[in-house]
């Protein structure tokens, strides 16, 4: 079947704009995770979906970083009034249950912030 | 704070070694250790996962340790060829069940 799909796979953006970075985990996978990769370095966690519910979201930066996931399989990661420091590669996973599964990872959205 | 490291940042080998990357983390409460590999404009691709229980994971000419008690695992690359050049993370699973991952090492296969 189909891996984790995230679009777009490039996203060039003024300062101050407002982003969304979209998700669509493998069918049938409860959980899901999002990660942020900057140049030369591993991800850092944002955030993990059990479901619909956000089950901690404790690697978000700030205020400005918000993620949904309305009904338990697409998610949209959205970044308001946008920083150059938030250009990043934005890396979605997905797994079957959260716990010790594997997780499966999208190819990622590269996010450019002008 | 876990924190995890993997050393070499760089490694470039002639094509045929054997080779070995490691990786070491700092709190030994973890649930699983994984493997991963990324190419340029990729995303990443897992490897190999040992669960905390486990000592070892072997696949075709992969295998990785993990002794959790001194926080160290080794990825061990036999008859390196060209195509194995990429990015390999290494990556803990932590008691809340996030990622927690280190800065990767560069591996060059020089043909």
């Known amino acids: 079947g189909a891996g984790v799909s995230q679009t777009p796979s490039n996203k060039v953006t003024e300062k101050g704009k407002y982003v969304e970075l979209r998700c669509d985990p493998i069918?049938?996978?409860?959980?899901l995770y999002w990660y942020r990769q900057s140049l030369g370095q591993g991800p850092e966690f944002l955030i993990y979906f059990q479901g619909t519910g956000a089950a901690d979201d404790s690697g978000l930066p700030n205020d400005r970083f918000f993620a949904v996931r309305p009904e338990g399989s697409v998610s949209t990661l959205k970044i308001q009034r946008t920083e150059r420091g938030d250009s990043a590669v934005y890396l979605c996973?997905?797994?079957?249950?959260?716990?010790?599964?594997?997780?499966?990872f999208g190819p990622g959205t590269r996010l450019t912030v002008l | 704070k876990q924190e995890v490291t993997q050393i070499p940042a760089a490694l470039s080998v002639p094509e045929g070694e054997n080779l070995v990357l490691n990786c070491s983390f700092t709190?030994?409460?973890?649930?699983?250790l994984q493997w991963f590999r990324q190419d340029p404009g990729k995303g990443l691709t897992s490897l190999l996962l040992?669960?905390?229980s486990q000592r070892e994971q072997t696949s075709g000419r992969l295998n990785a340790s993990l002794d959790k008690s001194s926080g160290r695992s080794t990825l061990y690359i036999a008859a390196s060829q060209p195509g194995d050049s990429a990015t390999y993370l290494c990556a803990v699973e932590d008691s809340n069940y996030q990622l927690i991952w280190g800065a990767g090492t560069k591996l060059i296969i020089k043909p």
């Open positions: 709190d030994s409460a973890i649930y699983n």
């Open positions: 040992i669960q905390s």
């Open positions: 069918s049938g996978h409860t959980a």
């Open positions: 996973a997905s797994s079957l249950n959260s716990g010790s599964d594997e997780q499966f």
